[in-house]
């Protein structure tokens, strides 16, 4: 699968613009660590890209991305990147064996604390934004209530990368690559 079958796939399945936006990042992320570590770019991309793409049609732990799996075996999507997209829920049973599963599990919900570090900044913008001003709204445990900080802290570790001295800067340079996709270029 190439990515404009990849998108074209997520814009079937997913209306939601954030959403879209989300995977988009982790996309981003993904080719970010893939490039770092002499990795195949398009098959961490497309990874990132698809990992979310049944969250509307199945939005509940139980369900998601067990029950997306089987679409895109149909739709041709490597097993490799259904095997990293089934690993990045850990209620599916599937470990995370891989560089790419664990970079995939380190990057998604970081790139969600992100974005809202972002969207509350006078400028809206990631191109000023700065690892410490991430830090200082994880402090603020009423910001982003319902982000799992301790996951996101244990994917990192998992993945093999400080949180705060390396992975939050890398994946905000990441998503500046793609700002103004992302509505987040002021």
């Not at 340079?173 to 996709?181: K, V």
Request: with cysteine.
């Amino acid at each position: 699968m190439i990515r404009e079958e990849a998108l074209s796939l997520v814009r079937e399945y997913v209306k939601n613009e954030g959403l879209v936006r989300h995977m988009l990042s982790v996309e981003a992320a993904m080719r970010f660590y893939a490039e770092k570590f002499g990795q195949d770019g398009d098959l961490w991309g497309l990874t990132g890209l698809l990992h979310d793409f049944d969250w509307e049609i199945h939005p509940t732990a139980g369900q998601h991305p067990l029950q997306g799996a089987p679409i895109l075996r149909r739709r041709g999507v490597s097993e490799v990147i259904v095997r990293a997209i089934l690993s990045h829920g850990d209620h599916s049973g599937v470990s995370r064996d891989s560089l790419m599963e664990k970079a995939l599990n380190a990057c998604d919900e970081i790139t969600g604390l992100i974005t809202a570090v972002a969207l509350v900044r006078p400028s809206k913008s990631l191109l000023d934004l700065e690892p410490a001003s991430v830090k200082k709204k994880w402090k603020d445990k009423a910001f982003a209530a319902g982000t799992d900080r301790a996951g996101m802290e244990a994917a990192a570790a998992e993945f093999g990368v400080d949180l705060w001295a390396e992975h939050v800067g890398n994946v905000i340079a990441a998503m500046r690559r793609i700002a103004p996709e992302l509505g987040l270029a002021g």
